[in-house]
Each structure stands twice: as C-alpha cells, then as structure tokens.
C-alpha cells in the first residue's frame, strides 16, 4: 500500500534540490498519509510536494539574505509546510511556487520551525500575496 502511494504523490520540478531532500519530503508526505491517529490541526491539510522559491524578508518585504530553494510538505488555505536543508534565521518568508499553472508569490510568517531529523522543516501562515518576487534573480 505503502509503494502506491508513494507511487501516486505528483511532484513538481525538483531539479534544484538535492535528490536526499526529496526523498525525505516524500517519506514524510506518505507518512502523514499513512497516519490514522487525532489530527490537531485545525484545518485540512494537502500532501503536495513541490518546489518552492524563498527569501528571507524584513517587515517592509525587503529580501534579508539571498533567495534559496526548498520542497513543500503540504499546503491549506492559509498555510503551507516546508522542508529544507539549512536552519532559519528568518520570521518572515517570501515564497514563490507554482500551482495550477499559475505563479504565487506570498508574504508567510513563521509559525512553527525546527528539526525533522536531517532536514529542517516550518509551518508558515499566509499574511500577504505579492505581484512579483521582491529580488531579482
């Protein structure tokens, strides 16, 4: 059951990710799947891996540090989960993915982060959409 699943996960471009990191991110998606305890989350989440654009911003959306790559763990109406390589510094993140054929750019605050064993991971809640990513690439 396990292997279709995995087997049936839809996951985006991940070219810019190391391959250790996607595998991580869809064993976590399948086994969040899998679980079949109390859920405390107050609203539903999607599994979704995809590939996700962020940069750390200050309160005026003004970019902190240069921009990085990193995949989705799931994603609601008003938040979405991420894995990544490195710890965060950051309260606030731009992100910039694609969904649906369409290009999203949101202003996130983080509201849960730290270690997932070799990876790190956050929760981020939604607080704006932006028109363009705030740096040029």
């Known amino acids: ?10 996951i985006g471009n991940t070219n810019n990710l190391p391959q250790e990191l996607v595998d991580f991110a869809r064993r976590q998606v399948v086994n969040a799947i899998m679980y079949k305890g109390d859920q405390r989350r107050r609203e539903e989440r999607q599994p979704m891996l995809m590939q996700v654009l962020a940069v750390a911003v200050d309160e005026e959306n003004q970019p902190l540090a240069e921009p990085f790559n990193l995949i989705s763990r799931d994603i609601s109406p008003n938040t979405i989960g991420l894995i990544y390589t490195e710890p965060l510094e950051a309260e606030r993140l731009v992100v910039q993915f694609s969904i649906a054929g ?14 997932m064993g070799p990876f790190y991971g956050c929760a981020c809640r939604y607080i704006d959409r932006l028109d363009q990513f705030p740096v040029l690439l």
């Open 1 to 10: 059951m396990c292997t279709l699943i995995q087997d049936s996960l839809q």
């Open 102 to 115: 369409t290009d999203v750019t949101l202003v996130t605050e983080l509201e849960w982060s730290g270690s």
